[in-house]
């Protein structure tokens, strides 16, 4: 990252600006976080450079009209600006919810030239994503996310996606952005769960991807969730850092990419059999701590390396197992129907996992980076994070 790229003031300054690009494979495009109005002045010029005909703001209906009147008053003073509300729930990440939207902004007046904004967290930035990517086979994106998860984790991705009935981001699509806003201002309101939950991604890039990093995360980690703006901000790019290193060369993350979806497969199930009471990164923490076990009984990962998991986990005040709502047998279904099957050829009692070697060594089976697991040590993987009360 050359200084053009990147301009840093102190964190004891009040205006903060951090640019840079971000590429994955030939995709390349700029990631800005600012605090203070101020550091605007870059984005400014990004936008109105766009030459847009309109913006539509698809936003969380969980922000304050405040909030959300401040961003559309920033993209109004380059072109018409429509607000689209969401709902910011795994229920109404449907293609129902697709089709609702792009029928308000097809009569908006939204054309080719025209840019949707996801200004939200997780969930509004991919339904705003794939109604970009599907708009007239495709228009410009913007994200604008508002929580420190979708900083530093959704919209480091070029995939675009909505639940089917039978499981989370079946349908999707890659579409990329032109441009990632955060303001860091937007993590001053949020519930400390909230940031405890996104960190469990970091910890994720740390364990998979850059353990080099362990040391200072873990001094850094606090179980309040309470960090400065400067924290927050290294801790985003970590973040930016460790997903383009794995997707530099894989900008679809099939290859080397997949090491992103660490802990995911048990963790997706027991997002969406928790109806929403278990946070995203909450779920994927406890799943990396199931595939640490299965990596374990399948002789693949030490002792230490599965303990490193917890230590982590626990510095952040996050959850170390699943609720005991929870079924395990239930999770066991829906983890046939993870997004990864096809990867590898199907076989009956078996199902498809990232897993690791060590810290910061992903599993190759036969050059690829899934593995195939027999469900009883699958089911075992789980019934050791199952919470016995």
């Not at 910011?88 to 025209?114: F, M, P, W, Y």
């Not at 708009?135 to 979708?150: A, N």
């Not at 170390?320 to 990864?340: C, G, Q, S, W």
């Amino acid at each position: 990252m050359s200084e053009k790229e990147r301009t840093m003031y102190p964190p004891s300054v009040k205006d903060y600006l951090n640019h840079r690009k971000v590429r994955f494979g030939d995709v390349t495009y700029d990631y800005y976080v600012t605090l203070g109005n101020s550091a605007l002045q870059s984005v400014y010029q990004r936008l109105k450079d766009l030459d847009a005909d309109r913006f539509v703001i698809v936003a969380d209906q969980g922000l304050t009209p405040a909030a959300i009147r401040e961003i559309e008053h920033h993209f109004r003073e380059f072109a018409p600006t429509v607000v689209l509300a969401a709902q910011a729930c795994e229920k109404d990440k449907s293609l129902g919810t697709i089709d609702e939207l792009a029928e308000r902004a097809i009569q908006s007046g939204v054309t080719r030239r025209s840019v949707v904004v996801a200004l939200g967290g997780g969930i509004v930035g991919n339904v705003a994503g794939l109604l970009a990517g599907l708009l007239f086979r495709g228009i410009r994106l913007i994200h604008v996310p508002t929580t420190l998860l979708s900083m530093s984790d959704s919209v480091l991705s070029l995939k675009q996606a909505v639940n089917s009935r039978l499981g989370k981001n079946h349908l999707g699509v890659f579409h990329p952005p032109i441009l990632v806003w955060s303001r860091i201002e937007f993590m001053d309101t949020l519930p400390v769960e909230e940031i405890q939950s996104a960190l469990c991604e970091m910890i994720k890039n740390v364990l998979a991807i850059c353990p080099e990093r362990y040391d200072e995360i873990a001094a850094k980690l606090r179980p309040d969730g309470r960090y400065s703006a400067a924290v927050l901000a290294d801790f985003i790019d970590l973040c930016i850092e460790a997903k383009v290193k794995v997707m530099c060369d894989d900008h679809l993350e099939k290859q080397d990419g997949l090491v992103l979806e660490y802990g995911h497969t048990i963790g997706h199930a027991a997002e969406l059999l928790s109806e929403g009471k278990l946070r995203h990164g909450f779920a994927i923490g406890v799943g990396m701590l199931a595939a640490a076990r299965i990596s374990r009984l399948l002789g693949y990962l030490s002792e230490s390396d599965e303990a490193a998991h917890a230590v982590l986990l626990e510095r952040n005040g996050s959850p170390t197992t699943l609720p005991a709502y929870l079924d395990i047998e239930a999770i066991m279904h829906k983890v046939r129907f993870d997004n990864k099957r096809g990867y590898v050829r199907s076989r009956a009692g078996y199902c498809d996992f990232v897993l690791l070697d060590g810290l910061g060594r992903p599993h190759y089976d036969d050059k690829k980076l899934i593995t195939s697991v027999d469900e009883d040590i699958v089911r075992a993987g789980v019934s050791h994070v199952m919470s016995q009360v």
